[in-house]
């Protein structure tokens, strides 16, 4: 079966940094990408990851352990526009179907 | 920055009746996706499509749906006799082939209200 695990909703205070979680068991794995939902909008893409380790981009990070079947999003320097819902999606073994979990809204505040 | 279009950006329908939405996706990108997400619930994968050809379909993509590439820029996916249970955002995306450009990229996405 498929599974992909995240937090319901998380909170966090302007300037801080967040660490979203997202834990997945899947019938195949082909990369895990991370997208930001803001509400009544189309996902976009954040970050992606295949290999294990860390991927940086400015302050957006992404980490994947394929053996743990783990991966964890980090927000530095946290912004209001942040507040979104952040999606993670496992690409299954065939290569093309995104299966995504429920997500995760972050509120920040001031 | 190149981006996928849908039309219309809301379509109101009557239970029975049939839909069709409509998307453009990215000119260079090859493969194209069809995902719906109920109101207050996850991202859910329906078809995906590559050479004039389905190359994967969810449970959720049964015979009341069906995709068609009619031209050389749109991506159509027809929804017949609708349901109320159909009722959703649905999203269309593309992604080139091979290595990070296998990326899927969002349109904005129609909201479909079946009456």
């Known amino acids: 079966g498929q599974n992909i695990d995240q937090p319901t909703e998380m909170t966090a205070t302007e300037g801080a940094i967040v660490q979203i979680n997202c834990t997945y068991q899947?019938?195949?794995?082909?990369?895990l990408f991370w997208y930001q939902q803001h509400a009544g909008e189309a996902p976009t893409f954040l970050s992606y990851?295949?290999?294990?380790g860390l991927e940086e981009k400015g302050r957006f990070s992404s980490f994947l352990s394929r053996s743990k079947g783990y991966s964890y999003l980090l927000l530095k320097e946290l912004q209001m526009k942040d507040s979104a819902s952040y999606l993670c999606?496992?690409?299954?073994?065939?290569?093309?179907?995104?299966?995504f979990g429920k997500g995760t809204t972050l509120s920040v505040s001031s | 920055e190149p981006e996928v279009t849908q039309t219309p950006s809301h379509q109101v329908t009557q239970m029975g009746q049939e839909v069709i939405l409509r998307c453009v996706p990215i000119?260079?990108?090859?493969?194209f996706y069809w995902y719906r997400q109920i109101l207050g619930q996850k991202v859910e994968f329906l078809v995906s499509?590559?050479?004039?050809?389905?190359?994967?379909k969810s449970e959720i993509f049964d015979d009341q749906f069906s995709v068609e590439r009619p031209d050389g820029s749109n991506f159509t996916l027809k929804i017949r006799s609708t349901k109320l249970e159909d009722s959703a955002m649905y999203f269309c995306?593309?992604?080139?082939?091979?290595?990070?450009?296998?990326?899927?990229?969002f349109g904005p996405g129609t909201r479909l209200t079946v009456l």
């Open positions: 995306a593309s992604s080139g082939a091979g290595g990070r450009s296998d990326t899927q990229y």
């Open positions: 899947t019938s195949g794995f082909n990369g």
């Open positions: 990851n295949v290999l294990d």
């Open positions: 999606a496992v690409r299954n073994q065939a290569g093309t179907a995104l299966i």
């Open positions: 000119s260079n990108h090859l493969y």
């Open positions: 499509f590559y050479n004039n050809e389905i190359s994967e």
